[in-house]
């Protein structure tokens, strides 16, 4: 009796999990929260005006089990991000910075047949002092047709006595889920995060392929990288958060 009880239960939460949500029930929610923080202190990363300090790159490749693909290996680990300033999607009214990505490697894996890696951008910082600020402010606008499900992933890299990101990836990492064909402002509160010396931010994604209807080739554009400084969720502890649940 149980079991069908909880079935249909657990696949009306699942349903409605996907449907797109009305302006009440945003405004009910942990990010419209967090978009509505005062900002009590900001600074700047990069207005998006020049392509200094913003490297491209690929990790991860398949293996090579059949020597007839060893060309198509060879191509496709070679494949990085390209960067370009353009004004045609710009948040501040001048330029944003641009991200073409393939969404996967033309070569099958040796086990699942499937290709793996990840490739983006990063935005180097000279072991930066973060923190000052607490949360991380960034406009990202994506461009991937027949996708229904569009992310990114966030990672911070510290070179202080805490080295950032994490081997398995429990400390300094993000990933985030975002609207396609619109401008999306992201908000990342990082407070619990190690930022004492921060040498790059990074913008990810996995080349594991795509959906049938998806393209071949992803975009993102972003704009206004800022710092932030705003009142904190509360994140760890036993302590109850003060006048919350």
Same mark, same amino acid.
């Given at each position: 009796?149980?079991?069908? #009880?909880?079935?249909?239960?657990?696949?009306?939460?699942?349903?409605?999990?996907?449907?797109?949500?009305?302006?009440?029930?945003?405004?009910?929610?942990?990010?419209?929260?967090?978009?509505?923080?005062?900002?009590?202190?900001?600074?700047?990363?990069?207005?998006?005006?020049?392509?200094?300090?913003?490297?491209?790159?690929?990790?991860?490749?398949?293996?090579?089990?059949?020597?007839?693909?060893?060309?198509?290996?060879?191509?496709?680990?070679? #494949?990085?991000?390209?960067?370009?300033?353009?004004?045609?999607?710009?948040?501040?009214?001048?330029?944003?910075?641009?991200?073409?990505?393939?969404?996967?490697?033309?070569?099958?894996?040796?086990?699942?047949?499937?290709?793996?890696?990840?490739?983006?951008?990063?935005?180097?910082?000279?072991?930066?002092?973060?923190?000052?600020?607490?949360?991380?402010?960034?406009? #990202?606008?994506?461009?991937? @047709?027949?996708?229904?499900?569009?992310?990114?992933?966030?990672?911070?890299?510290?070179?202080?006595?805490?080295?950032?990101?994490?081997?398995?990836?429990?400390?300094?990492?993000?990933?985030?889920?975002?609207?396609?064909?619109?401008?999306?402002?992201?908000?990342?509160?990082?407070?619990?995060?190690?930022?004492?010396?921060?040498?790059?931010?990074?913008?990810?994604?996995?080349?594991?392929?795509?959906?049938?209807?998806?393209?071949?080739?992803?975009?993102?554009?972003?704009?206004?990288?800022?710092?932030?400084?705003?009142?904190?969720?509360? #994140?760890?502890?036993?302590?109850?958060? @003060?006048?919350?649940?």
């Amino acid at each position: 009796m149980k079991c069908k #009880i909880l079935l249909p239960v657990a696949a009306i939460c699942l349903l409605s999990a996907y449907q797109e949500p009305d302006d009440i029930t945003f405004r009910d929610s942990a990010s419209y929260r967090w978009l509505n923080k005062e900002v009590l202190e900001s600074r700047t990363l990069d207005d998006m005006e020049t392509l200094d300090h913003w490297v491209p790159f690929t990790t991860g490749a398949p293996e090579v089990v059949d020597a007839r693909v060893v060309s198509k290996v060879t191509e496709a680990t070679n #494949i990085v991000a390209r960067l370009a300033l353009t004004r045609e999607h710009s948040h501040d009214g001048g330029q944003s910075l641009r991200m073409r990505i393939p969404a996967g490697l033309d070569a099958p894996g040796p086990k699942s047949g499937r290709s793996w890696g990840s490739t983006g951008v990063r935005r180097q910082f000279s072991r930066e002092d973060w923190t000052a600020f607490n949360r991380v402010s960034v406009w #990202i606008y994506p461009n991937c @047709p027949g996708f229904q499900v569009v992310y990114m992933e966030l990672r911070i890299y510290n070179d202080g006595v805490e080295k950032l990101p994490a081997l398995f990836g429990q400390e300094g990492e993000n990933s985030l889920i975002l609207r396609n064909h619109e401008w999306n402002h992201v908000e990342w509160e990082v407070g619990n995060v190690a930022r004492d010396k921060v040498t790059n931010l990074e913008f990810s994604c996995l080349l594991s392929g795509h959906e049938p209807e998806g393209s071949d080739s992803l975009q993102y554009d972003f704009d206004g990288l800022t710092l932030e400084k705003v009142e904190p969720d509360y #994140i760890e502890g036993w302590d109850v958060w @003060p006048g919350r649940i």
